[in-house]
DNA sequence: TACCGCGTTCGAACTACGGGAACAACACTT
DNA sequence: AAGTGTTGTTCCCGTAGTTCGAACGCGGTA
């Protein structure tokens, strides 16, 4: 799978993604609003929204379009589907009530990490994180579980496409680092996160992986930096954390 | 708004759709699959299906395409950034710890129900409804609240649009006889389901109505048909919906 | 080895998409 | 009350872009 662009793409669906692209970004706009951001004619959007109106993908009221749940719908429909999900989903309800802390299960999907599944500890801290973000893999332990676990080349075309972007002063921006701590992930079988996503916030990771060790998505834990320290993060957590992807592995592997 | 489809579609914005539409109802299918499925060539569903791809809305795996999770970050940020969502989800989940059984929030859109999020109680019944889920209003009984609470006119819209179609024996099919119940809705404040959309399930189910007394909304508690009756599903159950429910509508008017 | 089945590429034809201008409905100013 | 600015909506025309069919490459299978 090469990402070169090739073909010749269907320029008429891209501008209808990029009009409800432009509906997501903007929480809803009008006709004229969204034609100015695209720089097209105001007739050529009208056609569009008018046609994805009919469909019910789009809601208006008065001179404002906005995004329908037709999306959750598909949305739900795909994370049902996804061969993790049933599995994990209990092992991450059990994990969030042993540790109080909030959890996480991400997947991998063109390179990006996707959070599928977050349940609550008493004691969650709230990110900005939510069911169906995507964020690069390099910036978050549950990610560099899964880069820790894929192919070499795969792994090659990942950060060359999407470079080491900073999400904080703690993110890991160099190649090298990266491949360093990667490494170190492996021989230990987790990842952490140091403050490198959001500011006083901790986190451990683990990969699940498929039969053949590549891995498939991860389980995160995380929590403020002032809990989630010492032995507590170094020891208890990659246990719990390790014994859940191993149940998940192993139910996995017989369904 | 009337649903006399005057303008021309973008027909192409269509075809995209339904190709996306093959791939939920089938789990995921090829090129020659779409293709014969839709009546169109296979070098059409072929452009579509990469530029879909390119976007990152369809993943491929060998001969097979799917559709991927970024229909999910559109869904759950609707759901999110819904005036209901914040309010009502405190007590769905309060509701749902009291009750001991599933409590659902549904929303009104394109004149049919949609479940924007439930909540699990400890001994919940396990039915086919999940987010995103969109069921005929006049099914079920959260679907009945609102009809009850919508301008006339619009009920007229809806049902001529939809129709009465029976999901079991029991459901209301004559349009008559759902007039009757909706005025009984009204004088009561709340809806049954008597086993209306799915044997052997009841449910309580009352409106959540904006300030021009408009129903936007509704909460529904459902369980086993020998559990909720008598006191239980007649009194005591209602008596904390209206409470719920009428805490949101305060909340709603202060946000 | 020849045969399907699949996804993919290519070129040509004509459809239907996009643009611009004019219109209607409404709010706000003067 | 007339005028001026919005907005969304409709129309028609030209051509760019979609669609189709046929051909290609590549696996498997008989």
Redesign the pocket.
Known sequence: MTSNS???P???VD?AFEIIDVLKRKDGA????IADELG?????V???V?TLEERGLLLQEE?NYRISTWFLDYGVYVRNRHPLFDVVKPKVDELAAETDEKVWCVIEEHGMGVHIYGAEGRHSVKTHARIGKRTPLHQFAAGKAILAHLPDERVDEILTEYGLAAKTSQTITDREELNDRLEGIRERGYAFNHEESVRGVHAVGAPIRDQSGTAIGAISVAGPANRLRDTALAEELPTLLLGATNEVEINLAHS
């Open positions: 090739k073909h010749r269907v320029e008429t501008t009008g006709i004229t609003e097209l004619a105001k007739s050529t009208h056609r569009h008018k001179h």
